[in-house]
T-cell receptor
Framework: DAGVIQSPRHEVTEMGQEVTLRCKPI?????LFWYRQTMMRGLELLIY??????IDDSGMPEDRFSAKMPNASFSTLKIQPSEPRDSAVYFCASSLWGPGANVLTFGAGSRLTVL | QKEVEQDPGPLSVPEGAIVSLNCTYS??????FMWYRQYSRKGPELLMY????GNKEDGRFTAQVDKSSKYISLFIRDSQPSDSATYLCAMSANTGNQFYFGTGTSLTVIP
């Protein structure tokens, strides 16, 4: 398996623009997570899905953020409109759940810069 | 109080030193304990995984879990410059699927 695949790896955009980040989880993993990482706050959980259904979106900072998982192999995180304070690295991760399987596998991240 | 506490460092050691990285936690329900290594501008990668208490060894790395003290450790023997990275501890409980992360400890191994 190629692991968790994220795109784009880097995104530079201007304030007010829409940003869409994409993730392909590991095949067979039934949980998918979106994290944001900054120097100040470390890794923050934004939202996670189980079997394509959003389970907990309490970490989504505000209504400008939305996430979807239309099928088991694809998820998007959208920011509309983007703001400079959204600049961060966004990680997607996936996992199995069950005895001995509770481990997250991360993608390489999408580095977002909002000017 | 945060669920997981980790000293951010930075930690700087000479090559060959033994490194000790630690996390404390408050939730006694945590059963699964992980250490991730994150190189600069990369995603975190799983380094060690333990279930419940005890020790686990993998090459130069040893993970220890002391549930009575709510304290986990990662030891690196014969540290190498290639070990220079940020190390994040993470843990989860039996119920639900939330993973709780420490803020990470930055380690530099000087040749």
């Amino acid at each position: 398996d190629a692991g968790v695949i994220q795109s784009p790896r880097h995104e530079v955009t201007e304030m007010g623009q829409e940003v869409t980040l994409r993730c392909k989880p590991i095949s067979g993993h039934d949980y998918l997570f979106w994290y944001r990482q900054t120097m100040m706050r470390g890794l923050e959980l934004l939202i996670y899905f189980n079997n394509n259904v959003p389970i907990d979106d309490s970490g989504m900072p505000e209504d400008r953020f939305s996430a979807k998982m239309p099928n088991a192999s694809f998820s998007t995180l959208k920011i509309q409109p983007s703001e400079p304070r959204d600049s961060a690295v966004y990680f997607c991760a996936s996992s199995l759940w069950g005895p001995g399987a509770n481990v997250l596998t991360f993608g390489a991240g999408s580095r977002l810069t909002v000017l | 109080q945060k669920e997981v506490e980790q000293d951010p460092g930075p930690l700087s050691v000479p090559e060959g030193a033994i490194v000790s990285l630690n996390c404390t936690y408050s939730n006694s329900a945590f059963q699964y304990f992980m250490w991730y290594r994150q190189y600069s501008r990369k995603g975190p990668e799983l380094l060690m995984y333990t279930y419940s208490s005890g020790n686990k060894e993998d090459g130069r790395f040893t993970a220890q879990v002391d549930k009575s003290s709510k304290y986990i450790s990662l030891f690196i023997r014969d540290s190498q410059p290639s070990d220079s990275a940020t190390y994040l501890c993470a843990m989860s409980a039996n119920t639900g699927n939330q993973f709780y992360f420490g803020t990470g400890t930055s380690l530099t191994v000087i040749p």
